[in-house]
Nanobody, 120 residues
């Protein structure tokens, strides 16, 4: 199983970016998916999560600006980031809890990270 993240880049303050993360491989079911970020000198922290049923949870710092969504048919999770601030600069990692056949044990997988830089 692999998670492939994309969509990072350089954007000016107030701008927008959309991150994508697609899961591939031998997958029985994907439960929760999420995005985390790691800024220089800081620990990796939660940005947003979404359950298989579509329930969402956000870090207080991104509420009202970021939106997490998923396409179960494509095994993909998205993060729409609007009104970006310099303090949003970080490496963003996607995460998924995946049931793997044949026994459908649940494992947590991480994507490779994508850099988001907010700067003028």
């Amino acid at each position: 199983v692999q998670l492939q993240a994309s969509g990072g880049g350089l954007v000016q303050p107030g701008g927008s970016l959309r991150l994508s993360c697609a899961a591939s491989g031998s997958i029985a079911r994907i439960n929760a998916m999420g995005w985390y970020r790691e800024a220089p000198g800081k620990q990796r922290g939660l940005v947003a999560t979404i359950t298989s049923g579509g329930s969402t949870n956000y870090a207080d710092s991104v509420k009202g600006r970021f939106t997490i969504s998923r396409d179960n048919a494509k095994s993909t999770v998205y993060l729409q980031m609007n009104s970006l601030k310099p303090e949003d600069t970080a490496v963003y990692y996607c995460n998924a809890a995946i049931l793997v056949p044949p026994r459908s044990y649940e494992y947590t997988y991480w994507g490779q990270g994508t850099q988001v830089t907010v700067s003028s």
